[in-house]
């Protein structure tokens, strides 16, 4: 399969837990973004990183979530002290350089208690 | 601020039947949109795009119209069929990221 992969697919914490979700994107794809989905709406931007360098945050990205890609390969998303609120499916996508299409992994659904 | 949006949350369409789904937008400087389905569970699927030097873009079963003049963005699809359930979004293209709208339910009924 050479879609994009997140890892894992669901994931439940307790409020107050740090989490960590990780996103492989297309191998040849240099741009990988961030985005949250809640129930009933579209996904909202977060992040995105074109290589190693982290381009753009959106105002929604509380100083709590933190996003790497070191290698320009795969990248992480982190969320510490998890709240109630965090409650959402992240999805990550990717695209070549010069390409608007992005391509969208399976998303990794995050429930906190 | 300026938004992307749909006008029908949920589309009942007969199996066999075409199904339009319509979006609107409020960006004029907006040169790109694409059309993703998601079905439960699943991330957006990539479905069709169009750039706003077209007016139409057909793909297999789908055909996507651009009306520039009233910032309206439509989605046809061809003798529905029962796989085509989903929710479908329209995104716009803003500086390198996707900003979409609410979303549309088809529901496919045989």
């Known amino acids: 399969d050479t879609g994009v992969s997140q890892d894992p697919r669901h994931k439940i914490t307790k409020r107050g837990q740090n989490v960590t979700f990780r996103c492989d994107p297309i191998?040849?794809?240099?741009?990988l973004y961030w985005y949250r989905q809640t129930l009933g709406q579209g996904p909202e931007f977060l992040t995105y990183f074109q290589n190693e360098a982290q381009l753009e945050k959106s105002r929604l990205l509380s100083d709590r979530f933190s996003a790497e890609r070191p290698k320009g390969s795969f990248s992480t998303l982190e969320i510490q002290r998890t709240e109630q609120g965090d409650s959402a499916m992240y999805l990550c996508?990717?695209?070549?350089?010069?390409?608007?299409?992005?391509?969208f992994g399976p998303g990794t659904r995050l429930t906190v208690t | 601020g300026e938004s992307v949006g749909l006008h029908l949350p949920t589309l009942s369409v007969q199996e066999g039947d075409n199904s339009i789904i319509n979006c609107a937008y409020s960006?004029?400087?907006?040169?790109?949109f694409i059309w993703y389905k998601q079905e439960s569970g699943k991330g957006p699927q990539f479905i069709i795009d169009?750039?706003?030097?077209?007016d139409k873009r057909q793909g297999q079963r789908v055909t996507v119209l651009l009306n520039k003049t009233v910032k309206h963005l439509s989605l046809q699809i061809a003798a529905t069929q029962p796989g085509d359930s989903a929710v479908y979004f329209c995104?716009?293209?803003?500086?390198?990221?996707?900003?979409f709208g609410a979303g549309t339910q088809v529901v496919v009924t045989p």
């Open positions: 995104a716009e293209n803003s500086w390198g990221k996707l900003q």
């Open positions: 191998s040849e794809h240099n741009r």
């Open positions: 996508a990717s695209s070549g350089d010069g390409l608007y299409e992005q391509y």
């Open positions: 960006n004029s400087a907006s040169d790109y």
């Open positions: 169009i750039r706003s030097n077209m």
